[in-house]
């Protein structure tokens, strides 16, 4: 397994601003929904397009709390990976970077947004699907 995970360097500041802008917790919280949300894009990202690692670090037990088993169970079944592959960490890593720079961008076009709004859209959206 992995020890942490560090985001690019690009997204040291996006995660802190995101953080600050929506209110909804620690910046560990918004890694969290970053990781979800690119999840929830239903896209495979490529290994090859990982980002540096010169941002934002998080101890595993920190980015995903009591709930590893879930945050890394759902990654396993993106990929169709097993807990123990090599790959693991570098796709929750990418997925944590890509939804962060996805938050971000949605914020930036509906600047009024708060981090109430963005979730119950989110949850609007999910629900619209089934």
């Known amino acids: 397994m992995f020890k942490q995970i560090k985001t690019s360097t690009d997204n040291k500041e996006v995660v802190a601003q995101l953080s ?3 209110n909804l917790g620690k910046e560990n919280v918004i890694a969290r929904i ?3 949300y690119s999840l929830s894009k239903e896209r495979k990202l490529n290994l090859a397009d990982i980002k540096d ?8 037990s920190v980015l995903l709390g009591s709930n590893e088993h879930i945050y890394v169970g759902l990654v396993c079944t993106h990929y169709n990976l097993y807990k123990t592959d090599k790959a693991l960490p570098k796709y929750i890593k990418m997925h944590i970077d890509d939804g962060l720079e996805l938050i971000d961008k949605e914020l930036k076009e509906n600047p009024k947004f708060d981090g109430f709004d963005f979730l119950v859209n989110r949850i609007e959206s999910g629900l619209a699907k089934l």
């Not at 690692?53 to 595993?60: L, N, V």
């Open 20 to 22: 600050r802008r929506l």
């Open 34 to 36: 970053a990781l979800t």
């Open 53 to 60: 690692a010169g941002g934002k670090e998080y101890s595993k």
